[in-house]
């Protein structure tokens, strides 16, 4: 995938999708073929650390015990020492406030099975768990403003029911360049994860959040959905000839 043919992608995406009062972030839909769900060895579960970032930092809730606690403050959004858990056990409604608040949950190493026990259950299903391929599972020595630096730069690939791949990986405010270099960073490390590489490459999609999806290919972008306007002049003239025929029967 060439980084030419990426960039005229994003400047469709910018030209053809509706303006809105908020930041817009970039999502990037990858389609995958030929890949058997039902084979462990088949699934993708990845994280990478992007060159640029998504151009917003993550919220990041940390679990651990006292000797992580002073050098934690100010790093992390939100701590819960080990004395605290017990206020979780069984809280399913607290549970999953705290998971739709919190993009990364990060835990002491040694609390692993106490953090599992208590959070798991609601954590879990929602993909929230702290994982070692992310680097969240952490040991009582570790650095934390290097994990939430490399956390800010971190998108999570993982195929679930279906074969297709979601993420983030920018935003509105970003250089053009700068999600050109994203895009084409994860193109060539996912072909390098897949067991027949691009061939299982259904189709890259790239769309703003409220925007038309486009398709990224070698001859160029492809609109795969009308932009809004015209959606909405198509559907007004299907009204008003709805209209016209309603009038004409009463006639």
């Given at each position: 995938?060439?980084k030419?043919?990426?960039?005229?992608?994003?400047?469709?995406?910018?030209?053809i999708s509706p303006?809105?009062?908020?930041?817009?972030?970039?999502?990037?839909?990858?389609?995958?073929?030929?890949i058997?769900?039902?084979?462990?060895?088949?699934?993708?579960d990845l994280?990478y650390?992007?060159?640029?970032?998504?151009?917003?930092n993550p919220?990041?809730?940390?679990l651990?015990?006292?000797?992580?606690?002073?050098?934690?403050k100010?790093?992390?959004?939100?701590?819960?020492?080990?004395?605290?858990?017990?206020?979780?056990?069984?809280k399913?409604?607290?549970?999953?406030r705290l998971?739709?608040?919190?993009?990364?949950?990060?835990?002491?190493?040694?609390?692993?099975?106490?953090i599992?026990s208590t959070?798991?259950?609601?954590?879990?299903?929602r993909?929230?768990?702290?994982?070692p391929k992310a680097?969240?599972?952490?040991?009582p020595?570790?650095?934390l403003?290097a994990?939430?630096?490399?956390?800010?730069?971190?998108?999570?690939?993982?195929?679930?029911?279906?074969?297709?791949?979601k993420?983030s990986?920018?935003?509105?405010l970003?250089?053009?360049?700068?999600?050109?270099?994203?895009?084409?960073?994860?193109?060539?490390?996912?072909?390098?994860?897949?067991?027949?590489?691009?061939?299982?490459?259904k189709?890259?999609?790239?769309?703003?959040?409220m925007?038309?999806?486009v398709?990224?290919?070698?001859?160029?972008?492809?609109?795969?959905?009308?932009?809004?306007?015209e959606?909405k002049?198509k559907q007004?003239?299907?009204k008003?000839?709805?209209?016209?025929?309603?009038?004409?029967?009463?006639?």
């Amino acid at each position: 995938m060439e980084k030419q043919t990426i960039l005229e992608t994003v400047k469709k995406v910018r030209e053809i999708s509706p303006k809105r009062k908020f930041n817009q972030s970039f999502d990037l839909i990858i389609n995958l073929t030929n890949i058997d769900l039902k084979k462990q060895e088949q699934k993708v579960d990845l994280y990478y650390t992007l060159p640029h970032g998504k151009g917003k930092n993550p919220k990041i809730c940390a679990l651990i015990d006292n000797e992580l606690s002073s050098q934690a403050k100010g790093v992390f959004d939100k701590i819960i020492l080990k004395e605290e858990f017990s206020s979780y056990t069984n809280k399913k409604p607290i549970l999953r406030r705290l998971s739709e608040d919190y993009d990364f949950f990060i835990a002491q190493a040694n609390l692993m099975g106490q953090i599992a026990s208590t959070f798991g259950k609601v954590l879990g299903p929602r993909g929230k768990m702290p994982s070692p391929k992310a680097g969240c599972v952490i040991p009582p020595s570790a650095n934390l403003q290097a994990v939430k630096e490399k956390l800010q730069k971190a998108i999570h690939l993982e195929t679930k029911n279906e074969p297709v791949l979601k993420a983030s990986i920018g935003n509105e405010l970003m250089k053009d360049e700068e999600l050109v270099d994203n895009i084409h960073f994860i193109y060539n490390q996912l072909i390098h994860s897949l067991p027949q590489e691009k061939n299982n490459i259904k189709s890259f999609i790239l769309k703003l959040s409220m925007g038309p999806a486009v398709k990224i290919t070698d001859k160029g972008p492809v609109v795969k959905e009308k932009p809004l306007k015209e959606k909405k002049v198509k559907q007004k003239k299907e009204k008003e000839l709805v209209q016209e025929k309603k009038v004409k029967a009463k006639k």
